[in-house]
């Protein structure tokens, strides 16, 4: 009797290591859940720029008849086009003249009269890339475990791992104009 009255009240080492263990694993876990929430949340923000980018294209192409930096309509040029510079013809009135990018395509003063813009005022994607327009897009070319899909004018993003426009990599996130 006398050593259940000498007993001390406390926890054992081990029921503390079981304590900490259970601690870990839920902050663990709620770390997960953020991570995952945050990821979503680029995404989907991206996918409704690339929208709305989409259909500033098409506005673009209404009112003037041509594509992003000035190129005629379903003319494949290359390089791709920053839809946030002025001679994509997104953001501002782009400027007479031919667009710097060795397409040869150029915006006539006619173009510039017909401008209505601006027509959309996004900048940058989630992770700090710029969105581009592609006129010939070859989706998930290097993307291992994908076939790749025929060529296609889109408006896209280099996704998460902010890879070159011409990376066709798993990770884009695109928008078909058609």
């Not at 150029?106 to 209505?116: E, R």
Request: charged letters at 20%.
């Amino acid at each position: 009797m006398k050593n259940c009255l000498n007993r001390k009240k406390g926890f054992t080492i081990v029921e503390l290591l079981v304590a900490i263990a259970i601690i870990g694993v839920l902050a663990a876990s709620s770390i997960y859940s953020t991570v995952r929430a945050r990821a979503l949340a680029n995404e989907t923000k991206a996918k409704g720029d690339l929208k709305a980018l989409r259909d500033a294209v098409n506005l673009l192409v209404a009112d003037v008849g041509k594509w992003p930096g000035g190129c005629p309509v379903d003319k494949v040029s290359n390089p791709e086009i920053d839809l946030s510079i002025a001679q994509a013809g997104i953001k501002q009135s782009p400027v007479v003249g031919i667009v710097d990018s060795g397409s040869g395509c150029f915006w006539t003063a006619q173009d510039v009269a017909n401008w209505k813009g601006p027509y959309a005022q996004y900048s940058l994607d989630p992770w700090g890339s710029a969105y581009y327009f592609d006129p010939d897009y070859e989706p998930w070319l290097h993307c291992s475990g994908k076939t790749a899909l025929a060529k296609m004018p889109v408006v896209m993003s280099p996704g998460t791992n902010k890879s070159d426009v011409n990376a066709y990599d798993c990770d884009d996130f695109y928008l078909p104009l058609r």
